[in-house]
């Protein structure tokens, strides 16, 4: 059974930075695609970035490209998101999500339904 536990978030103001982690187990020998989706006011969680377990296969969602950047360090099982020039628009609660490596290689990250397991995630404030 793959288990995430986020931490890192906080409150920051506009322009800040901030760095989530997210410590993985029980899945350390098969390949997901392991993400970062975020939840603000709406009632759907938005995918933010995605990575390969493997490697060699990094996803952005629009409105954070050239800010956020994810990253992986295998061998402390860790997914990590580091968040540049926060915007208030950020705010959410930040959660890590694993699901088959297709979502990935396909470009399906971004939908809840590509993920299989969930952390229960961070709460990230960014004010103006």
């Known amino acids: 059974q793959v288990q995430l536990v986020e931490s890192g978030g906080g409150s920051v103001q506009a322009g800040g930075s901030l760095r989530l982690s997210c410590a993985a187990s029980g899945y350390s020998d098969r390949q997901l695609c392991i993400a970062w989706f975020r939840q603000g006011t709406g009632p759907e969680r938005e995918g933010v970035a995605a990575?390969?377990?493997?490697?060699?296969?990094?996803r952005y969602a629009d409105s954070v490209k050239g800010r956020f950047t994810i990253s992986q360090d295998n061998a402390k099982n860790t997914l990590y998101l580091q968040m540049n020039n926060l915007k208030p628009e950020d705010t959410a609660t930040y959660y890590c999500a694993a699901g088959a490596p297709i979502g990935c290689l396909a470009g399906s990250w971004f939908t809840m339904s590509s993920m299989n397991y969930w952390g229960r995630g961070t709460q990230v404030t960014v004010s103006s």
């Open positions: 990575v390969l377990s493997s490697g060699g296969v990094t």
